[in-house]
């Protein structure tokens, strides 16, 4: 029997103040800062999660159609894990780290650097991996000893509800809260001083918070949207090719903000690549997506509506799919032959089970229009032979990239993710959750026998800089030009190159040299 779902409702703007004061204040009674309270939150969280298992899968059906499966996968056993892999390391994290290359002079003075809790934090989450974006983030504020406040999307309510709910049976609701709501609730938790705030959502929604943050300069993460390209070349295995690019568009309903928004390909190849794609869908959903109970739903009419309205836009041709379901919120898997990198479909991010395919001259097309319709995208899926890979990744930017792959730089749990330039800024998950969430604070400690050798620092000053300069002023190894310059004794013993590696290969040179000199010499005596 499904589980009753707690209702969504909005929290009373008039109490959003007087909560976040709460929550603010704690953070000063240092409740949040031993490393054993945060490890015991955590693991209250983590038996929240287990005991509401039911409910998320429930929430996630309802809000997106989200199979179980990929509710396991991608929600539930990913924070699951995340909290079980903090649990074991956050001691080794949190420890005073020792820093390197620190020069003698200064090694005294016992420099070091502390891991300290940024302070009362606020995290604003996604719809459409409503558990996972906004609890993974969650995690790493616990786990670095803050206070958090934590606003789910309103797009998932009911997620939000659960999460809601999990929250206040399993942690301290002196520390850590949710508020729900929309746009005029986020306002007023905007309006309110944060020690950092952590936004996963659109791009332009990313603007409103960075501008919100800006008086205060208060710090941003932003986990933002991008429109990714995928470039398959000749040379590139098309049937894996198209079993893994349509999982990257198929997995949650192509609702995956790293997922490829298009996919650029070489002209030779694109009836093969369509033909493979055709073939993938029918072993992917033997009785067609509509069907497959493993298929999931757009999240909202509103989401509908758009993805609907790119498609209509286009001036490409279906070639795959196509069909669409308003009452359920269903749009089957689509792939549109396009041929003007204008296109809507390209440029516009579609954030759903749109598959666009622009055949190309060459790989050095793809790479300039790749980098025309996004210069800084989320995610990079390059696949071809080694030497367009690397031409790939070099030329084009993005926040993270699987080669021969869809996402799965994404999925692997303690790989740092975030995006770049407008497509994000930071990073999380794993050890950089934890980094993401404190200070790292450089401290010193002078000891008073020191006085003496500090007295080169004190005025008056006359005389005290040929001291100085002994100590503390370094030689560069280059010259005007840039070229680097060789000691004699480094000249010697690298045999007049300069490097380490290209002394072994000459002595290596002359060595064989000296035996074949040899041999020669002995069959000229024994003649
Ligand atoms: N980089 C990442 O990890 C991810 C990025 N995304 C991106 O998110 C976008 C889709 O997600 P949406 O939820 O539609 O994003 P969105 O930006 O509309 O909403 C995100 C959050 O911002 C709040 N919000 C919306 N409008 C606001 C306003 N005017 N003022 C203050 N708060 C506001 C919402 O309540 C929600 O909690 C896509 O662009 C996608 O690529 C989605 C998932 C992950
Ligand atoms: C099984 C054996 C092996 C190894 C097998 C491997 C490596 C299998 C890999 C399976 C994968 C990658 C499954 C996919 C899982 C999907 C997950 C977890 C989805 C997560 C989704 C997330 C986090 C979504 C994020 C969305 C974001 C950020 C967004 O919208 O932006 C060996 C090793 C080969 C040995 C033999 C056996």
């Known amino acids: 029997m499904a589980p009753n779902l707690p209702p969504f409702a909005n929290t009373p703007i008039d109490d959003i103040p007087k909560i976040v004061e709460e929550v603010r204040s704690t953070f ?3 409740k949040t800062k031993p490393i054993e309270f945060r490890l015991r939150q955590l693991r209250k969280l983590y038996w929240g999660i287990v005991d509401h298992e039911a409910e998320i899968i429930e929430a996630c059906k309802k809000d997106l159609g989200k199979s179980v499966y990929e509710t396991q996968l991608s929600e539930i056993k990913w ?20 820093p390197e290359d620190i020069p003698l002079t200064n090694y005294f ?4 650097i502390r891991k300290d809790p940024l302070g009362c934090v606020l995290i604003i989450g996604t719809f459409n991996f409503p558990i996972n974006l906004t609890f993974g983030p969650l995690v790493g504020a616990i786990a670095g000893g803050n206070t958090a406040i934590v606003k789910p999307s309103e797009q998932a309510p009911a997620s939000a509800a659960v999460m809601q709910k999990i929250l206040a049976v399993s942690v301290d609701p002196s520390c ?7 746009i005029p609730e986020t306002q007023a938790l905007l309006a309110e001083k944060w020690d950092k705030i952590f936004f996963t959502g659109s791009a332009n929604v990313g603007k409103i918070i960075a501008k919100a943050a800006a008086p205060t300069l208060t710090p941003v993460t932003l986990e933002l949207g991008g429109r990714n390209p995928a470039i398959v070349t000749k040379k590139a295995d098309i049937h894996l090719a198209a079993r893994r690019l349509l999982w990257g568009k198929i997995f949650n309903a192509g609702q995956v903000c790293i ?3 298009y996919i650029l390909v070489d002209k030779d190849v694109v009836p093969t690549l369509v033909a493979e794609l055709k073939s993938a869908m029918a072993d992917f959903f033997p009785n067609g997506a509509k069907e497959s109970p493993d298929y999931g739903r757009i999240a909202s009419n509103q989401q509908f509506s758009r993805i609907k309205k790119m498609l209509d836009n286009t001036s490409g041709k279906i070639v795959i799919g196509g069909t669409m379901d308003a009452e359920q919120r269903f749009i089957e898997p689509t792939v549109i032959e396009v041929s003007d990198p204008s296109d809507s479909l390209l440029t516009e991010e579609s954030f759903g089970p749109l598959i666009p395919i622009m055949p190309v001259e060459n790989l050095d097309e793809a790479i300039r229009i790749a980098n025309s319709v996004h210069a800084t995208p989320l995610g990079l899926y390059p696949f071809g032979s080694k030497d367009e890979v690397e031409k790939i990744l070099t030329e084009v930017r993005s926040g993270g990239a699987s080669v021969n792959d869809a996402w799965t730089h994404g999925v692997i749990p303690t790989l740092a993710f975030g995006g770049v330039g407008d ?8 050890r950089a959750s934890f980094d993401c969430f404190v200070h790292r604070r450089s401290v010193t400690t002078t000891p008073r026998w020191m006085e003496k050798l500090l007295a080169v620092r004190y005025p008056p000053y006359e005389g005290k800089y040929e001291q100085y300069a002994k100590m503390s002023v370094s030689k560069p190894n280059f010259d005007r030009e840039g070229n680097i310059k060789f000691g004699f004794i480094r000249y010697i013993l690298t045999l007049g190159s300069g490097s380490a590696k290209r002394g072994i290969l000459r002595a290596a040179a002359l060595a064989v040299l000296a035996v074949a000199l040899q041999i020669a010499l002995g069959r000229t005596a024994r003649a």
């Open 176 to 182: 850590y809260r949710v508020i729900n709501g929309g």
């Open 109 to 112: 003075m016992r420099p070091r």
């Open 259 to 261: 997922s490829q928004n």
């Open 79 to 98: 924070v699951e894990n995340d909290i079980i892999f903090v649990n074991k390391n956050l001691e080794k994290w949190a420890k005073v780290e020792k």
């Open 423 to 430: 497509s994000g800024s930071g990073s999380y998950r794993g």
């Open 28 to 30: 000063f009674t240092q």
